[in-house]
Each structure stands twice: as C-alpha cells, then as structure tokens.
C-alpha cells in the first residue's frame, strides 16, 4: 500500500504533468494567436503603403500629364504662330500658273510668271483672259 507521501508525490508528478501540458498547449495557442497577429499587421500595413504608394503615384502621374499637356499646348501654340506667319509670307508671293515656282514677271493684274519662257508657253490659254493692253 501507499503511503500518504508516495500519494502526495504521485498526486503532485500528476499535478505537474498536467501543469506542464495545460501550460505548453497555452504557449503554442498563445505563439499562434501572435503569429497570426504579426501575419495580419503585416498584412495590414502593406496594404497601407501600397494604397500609399498607388495615391503618389497617381498624384505624380497627374502631375507629369498636366505638365506635360501645358508644354505641348505652348509647343502648339508657338507652331500655330510660326504657321500663321509663313502662311501670310506665301500669301504675298506670286506663283507661275505654268511650272508653280515663285513668279517674278508680271503679264497682267493677276498673273505672273517665273521666267518668259512660261510665259509664251501659257500665252494661248491666258491670252483670253489677260488684260494687258485690252481697253475696257
């Protein structure tokens, strides 16, 4: 039979090895419970930097896109300009209606030719409508 202290002794290996096994299935649940915690503040926190990341982005993206719009607008406008007045230029020359380079001889109040030699040759189909020396 037992003594009341080999029974005290069992009683207290029993105790013990509950403790220990109630305490390690604490820690595991305890590690756990902080692993998924650190998993979900990861978590968290890239999806913050990301939405971070993703509101500079497109803050810097409109900001190239509107400069650069405001660069190509001045660039646009400074062409329509260049345009403009190489346009008024060629308004004001003359063209030969024979071989079209600039006319530099004039037969009547709206014809001029590059050289003589379009002119004798448009001379049959101009000479209807010329008005050199026609009286009015």
């Known amino acids: 039979m037992m003594s009341s202290d080999d029974k005290l002794e ?15 299935k604490v820690l595991v ?15 968290k926190r890239r999806v913050e930097i990301l939405s ?4 500079k982005e497109e803050e810097m993206k409109s900001r190239v896109f509107k400069e ?3 660069h190509m607008e001045h ?4 062409q329509y300009r260049k345009h403009c007045t190489e346009l008024t230029k060629v308004k004001r020359r003359q063209w030969c209606p ?8 004039p037969c009547c109040w709206n014809t001029t030719y590059c050289s003589q030699v379009c002119q004798r040759n448009h ?3 101009h000479r209807e409508i ?4 026609k009286k009015t």
């Open 10 to 24: 069992d009683l207290q290996k029993l105790w013990s090895i509950g403790y220990k096994e109630s305490l390690e």
């Open 29 to 43: 649940e305890l590690t756990e419970k902080l692993h998924q915690e650190f998993i979900n503040d990861r978590e």
């Open 52 to 55: 971070q990341y993703r509101a």
């Open 68 to 70: 650069f719009e405001q």
């Open 75 to 78: 660039r646009l406008a400074e």
């Open 98 to 105: 024979v071989c079209t380079k600039e006319a530099c001889f």
């Open 123 to 125: 001379w049959n189909a």
């Open 130 to 133: 010329c008005r050199r020396g």
